[in-house]
């Protein structure tokens, strides 16, 4: 089951919107959930059953934070996919796709936010990746899996600049703070 899991977390990680936001001068890194409200207003404004599938970014810092964040909402009705950019200043549409997809539910749990999701992610051997492998990369996604009885999971995966093999994925349970996945082991 955790390979399945760790299959459509890579899903998501690399098969999301393209995370260059308009450029704006002086962005400030946020975290996943400062632009929530203003991306669900402009989901809710295109079709009124758009629900949140999943947030990610492929760059977060230590704090938890990125320049920019994408999200995904799906629709029912219009069976389309809304994808949405945003950074401290804008949040915008990046690209409506028809289609369903699969592999993810809506999330619908509480969650806590990217600044604990990476906290946890450090204390379960994030940290110990980045001492032995000096250039890194962080990338952060949240996502609700298709496993019945399970809650909201951020996926946090390090992976190295210098070798792209060698990383380590986490999954951490979004309300609770149990590590649910820790590949490799």
Known sequence: MKKISMLF??????????????????????????????????????????????????????????ISWCYLYYSFSEDSRYYFKTNSKEVELDSIRTGAIAGGAFITHTWFDSD????IAEENGGEEFRS???????????????VP?????WYIEYRS???????????IDANTGEVTLKYPE
Do not use: R, W
């Open 116 to 119: 604990e999701a990476i906290e």
């Open 9 to 66: 977390c890579l899903f998501f990680l690399f098969n999301f919107c393209n995370e260059n936001p308009t450029s704006i001068e002086n962005d400030k890194p946020i975290l996943a959930s400062y632009n929530k409200s203003d991306v669900e207003n402009m989901a809710k404004s295109f079709q009124n059953d758009a629900n949140l599938l999943t947030i990610k970014s492929d760059n977060v810092s230590l704090d938890g934070k990125s």
């Open 161 to 171: 600049k210098i070798n792209e093999s060698l990383g380590i994925l986490l999954g």
């Open 132 to 146: 032995e492998n000096q250039e890194y990369i962080i990338e952060a996604s949240l996502n609700e899996p298709l």
């Open 149 to 153: 009885n399970t809650s909201t999971i």
